[in-house]
């Protein structure tokens, strides 16, 4: 559902389509400068969304307006602390 929503926003697949490591799918879309690498585990119910380049805030607060549970984290915590954060699916 959320590639559609970023598809239907204007981002793109990169080739490959997409990858596994480690039991995690992969999946990176581009727009213009920018882009978000899509990760999922399918031990959890969680997705993982990295988003950067110039319209990062734009698409952050496109991201929040649609009907998804999100919970944030920031760049320091991922970092140092390790937790997980994502999208309910």
């Known amino acids: 559902m959320i590639e559609a929503a970023f598809a239907a926003h204007g981002y793109t697949v990169d080739a490959p389509v ?5 039991g995690t799918n992969l999946m ?6 920018g882009g978000v690498l899509l ?7 969680l997705a993982e969304i990295d988003i950067w380049g110039m319209a990062q805030s734009a698409a952050s607060i496109w991201l929040e ?4 549970r999100l919970e944030k984290r920031s760049l320091v915590a991922s970092r140092y602390c390790g937790f997980s954060t994502g999208i309910s699916t």
């Not at 990176?28 to 400068?33: E, K, Q, S």
């Open 39 to 45: 990760s999922h585990n399918k031990a959890s119910e």
């Open 28 to 33: 990176l879309m581009t727009r213009g400068d």
């Open 18 to 22: 997409s990858r596994r490591v480690d």
């Open 65 to 68: 307006s649609l009907p998804l």
